[in-house]
């Protein structure tokens, strides 16, 4: 029987133990800012945009050699020809053979060609821009979720510190209604305390799980189960010496992506007017080609098809040149067009500044006010912990309330939870400025 039994439990032991050999991976933010940047579909359509305006470019790179194309051409004819032999009109069938190599060299074209290859290298370059960019956005708002985390796993603790507290109260306060020294009223006070922050445990572990599950949908993961976050060493807060918006935006001009893609876009389209304007003028190209026929009629004997190939085939060499005379206006609009793609660039580019300036206030005055909001909510803590500890003193020998114990806890959970969230808004608040720096998204 006991054999049975082992056989019996065997397998389930072994599933048990490879169960919990199998911990979740945890994810630092790095992990999750490179996964991220890898695996996101707006990346890869955005990938997929810079590979080809890449290839625009290439191609029209490749424009400037000359281009051959050959023909090949078979056709039967019936009806009345003259015949070979006796020249009478009869009718019959004729085969005949065209073949023709052809080859065309672009001299001058008013350097339109030119400036369109720079047009289109300047557009690859600001879709690569484009692309930086919007990795930046996804690292941002990555950073962002996985604070998010970090915040409600310390409030996860915190609440479940209270409710360890909160036992621990309805324990002494049983002992002391056992002793007479309280009443009943009291102890079932204290444990309806208790119940709300078992309460309060069940909301932040809920909170808990949403975020962590905002962050995993981020990253795209087909698979949420088991998802966690590594918690980093986050030092001791001080107020860092931040760097003045304006000295800040003169940095950020430089180096940001979307400032760089506005900057390429305006080229490209100072290009596009240079290229337009090039149609205006005659283009010159150089052409060279073979050609030959052969034709065999139904009376025709001893026909050879070499020598008729070679007697008939000829060789030519030649310029051609193409002057634009009238093409409904369409060229001149076209520059016209231009011209104002080109003021169209100029106000992205100004905007796109104008956007860059108005962040970075924003984030400078952010951090100055999220690192006030940390101090304060500091000190609110300690000043809430000093209370609740005097409560519960009073308390102990019945000098106040349940009611009155239960504010003061209440309070005192309340500035904790400001205090961490303002501790991880000044985090973020300063991560961004340094972003705009070029400084990597990391925590230490």
């Not at 281009?67 to 015949?83: A, I």
């Not at 209270?162 to 036992?167: G, I, L, N």
């Not at 003028?281 to 001893?302: C, F, H, I, M």
């Not at 000093?386 to 019945?398: I, N």
Request: with cysteine; proline share 3%.
């Amino acid at each position: 029987m006991r054999n049975i039994t082992a056989i019996i439990m065997l397998p389930l032991l072994m599933a048990f133990t490879g169960a919990n050999a199998q911990q979740p991976e945890k994810w630092s933010l790095k992990d999750c800012i490179d996964y991220a940047k890898e695996n996101n579909l707006s990346i890869k359509q955005q990938s997929l945009n810079t590979e080809y305006q890449q290839n625009n470019y290439e191609q029209k790179k490749l424009d400037r050699i000359p281009s051959v194309n050959g023909n090949v051409g078979y056709q039967v004819s019936f009806g009345r020809v003259p015949d070979d032999t006796s020249y009478e009109i009869v009718n019959q069938t004729t085969q005949f053979g065209r073949f023709d190599l052809g080859a065309s060299v672009p001299i001058i074209q008013g350097f339109s060609l030119q400036n369109q290859i720079k047009r289109d290298k300047a557009n690859w370059q600001a879709s690569r821009k484009e692309l930086e960019a919007a990795k930046n956005d996804l690292a941002l708002n990555i950073t962002s979720l996985y604070l998010q985390v970090l915040f409600d796993k310390e409030l996860l603790d915190v609440a479940r510190e209270q409710f360890s507290v909160a036992e621990e109260q309805v324990e002494n306060t049983q002992k002391l209604v056992d002793a007479g020294r309280v009443a009943e009223g009291n102890l079932l006070e204290i444990k309806s305390q208790a119940a709300r922050e078992a309460l309060t445990v069940t909301q932040m572990r809920n909170n808990l799980s949403l975020s962590l599950l905002s962050l995993a949908q981020a990253l795209d993961l087909e698979e949420t189960q088991g998802f966690d976050i590594v918690v980093p060493e986050i030092p001791e807060l001080n107020q860092n010496v931040l760097t003045p918006p304006a000295e800040l935006f003169n940095q950020a001009v430089e180096i940001m992506p979307q400032i760089e893609a506005s900057e390429y876009n305006l080229e490209s389209d100072r290009f596009a007017l240079k290229a337009a304007k090039g149609q205006l003028y005659p283009s010159l190209n150089l052409d060279a080609g073979w050609n030959t026929t052969v034709s065999k009629k139904e009376s025709t004997v001893n026909f050879d098809f070499a020598q008729s190939f070679s007697d008939n085939s000829t060789e030519y060499i030649g310029l051609s040149l193409r002057i634009p005379l009238f093409n409904g206006m369409a060229t001149r609009n076209n520059v016209k067009n231009s011209k104002l793609s080109i003021q169209s660039a100029e106000h992205e580019l100004n905007k796109e500044k104008q956007t860059l300036r108005k962040e970075i206030q924003q984030a400078y005055a952010d951090a100055q006010a999220s690192f006030q909001k940390y101090t304060s909510a500091g000190t609110a803590v300690d000043s809430y912990k000093e209370s609740l500890r005097y409560t519960e003193k009073k308390y102990a020998v019945g000098l106040v309330s349940p009611v009155d114990y239960s504010v003061a806890r209440t309070d005192y959970l309340k500035a904790q939870s400001d205090f961490l969230q303002s501790k991880y808004e000044y985090v973020l608040r300063t991560k961004v400025l340094d972003f705009y720096t070029g400084a990597p998204l990391v925590l230490e």
